[in-house]
């Protein structure tokens, strides 16, 4: 029997990683969907919440980086931005060859008035973790981030 239980093994471990996988994948779609609907309220996508919270967190940024930031091209992001810019939320400036993107006031007001909400959103979905737990959570997932980091080089 303790044969045959360790033939077995991989087979586990094969099915528990693709668990793992699809656990992952459909927790994200799902969250992803979730935070969309959330925003609409605020006449916002996920991407353009992405440029508004990474801007504002920096005050100032540059579009390559904030492309490198949110795994997107720079045609992606040129796309973004321009949009974001037609409705307000973001100045563009050009510094010799670096193009740098910064909050309009009406953008900056958004982000604080949404800051809020959005704590209060993300509070609610995770309540049902304890602190430890969650602590677990993220360094779980952060060394399943990293993991995956080190396979693009």
């Known amino acids: 029997m303790k044969k045959l239980a360790k033939e077995n093994a991989p087979d586990k471990v094969k099915k528990r990683n693709r668990q793992i996988w699809f656990l ?41 980086d904030l492309a490198e930031k949110l795994f997107v091209s720079k045609g992606n992001v040129t796309q973004l931005i321009t949009k974001m810019e037609n409705l307000g939320y973001i100045h563009r400036d050009q510094e010799w060859k670096t193009k740098y993107l910064s909050l309009t006031e009406k953008g900056l007001t958004l982000y604080k008035n949404l800051l809020p909400e959005e704590e209060s959103y993300f509070t609610l979905r995770f309540e049902g973790l304890t602190k430890k737990e969650q602590k677990e959570l993220v360094k779980l997932l952060q060394k399943i981030y990293d993991e995956e980091l080190n396979f693009e080089k």
């Open 24 to 64: 992952l994948s459909r927790t994200y779609h799902l969250q992803l969907r979730q935070f969309g609907l959330f925003l609409k309220k605020w006449g916002l996508t996920v991407a353009q919440y992405e440029v508004l919270k990474r801007i504002a967190e920096q005050e100032r940024i540059s579009q390559k």
